[in-house]
C-alpha cells in the first residue's frame, strides 16, 4: 500500500506491482477495494512489449475491463481502479500518472462513504464478489476474454452490447444469488426488505428467489412473510 494523502479523509490508494502484470487477478481488486481500500493502481508495460512474451499486460488489460464492469454493477466508481502501460524507463510519465490518478480517487472520495452508499450493501457486494471469483475467472477465461491488437477495440468490445448481455447472464445474475444468499445467511427477509437493501428491483429478487427456491437454496416461511434458507 502506498501513497496516503490527506483532504477531508484519508485517501487510501494500492499500488499492485508483481513481476508481470498478467499475474494480478480479480481477488487482489477486490480484497483490496472490501479492506477498505479507495483507489487500485495497476501499471504494466506497454502492450505487444512483453518482458516475458507471454501477453500478460493483454491478460491484465481484460481483467481490468471485468472488474470496471462489476464496480459499476454494484454502484462503485469505476475509475477508482485503472491501469497505464509504461516502460520502466518513463519515471516522469509514471509520477504524472499516479498523482492524476490520486486526484481522481480524491474526488470520488471515500468509499463506502461516498455518494451515499449503504456500507453494509457494499459489504455483501464485495464478500459476493468475492465469492464467486472462482467462477468467474472460468467464464473470463472462456467467455468473456476479449482478443484484440489495440486498447481502443478492448473498450469497443467491453461497450458493447454483445458483451452486455454476456455479462447479465454470466455474471450479473449469479452475483446477485450470491448477495442474496448472504443477506439471508444473517437473517431471514421480505422480498422488499432485500430490495431496499441491495438496490434490486423487487421484480429481480423475486426471479431470483424462485430460480434459488427450485434449486433447494431457499424457503419462504409463511408465517413470518418473510425468505430464509432452507
Known sequence: MAGVSRLQYTTEIRLIRLMCSGRIDLAHVFRAFSNGIDGVFIGGCRLNECNYITHGNFHALNMVFLSKKIMEHIGLNPERL??????????????????????????????????????????INFNAILNLIPYIRLVESERLRGHFATLEDYKEFYASEEFEKLFSVLIADKLAISQIMLLLKEKPLSTGEMSEILGLSPSEISKHLNSSSKQGLVKYEEGEKRFALA
Open 82 to 123: 485503472r491501469i497505464e502501460f509504461m516502460s520502466s524507463g518513463e519515471g516522469n510519465l509514471f509520477a504524472e500518472v499516479v498523482d492524476d490518478f490520486v486526484q481522481t480517487v480524491r474526488d470520488a472520495g471515500a468509499i463506502g462513504t461516498s455518494k451515499g452508499i449503504n456500507k453494509n450493501a457494499l459489504k
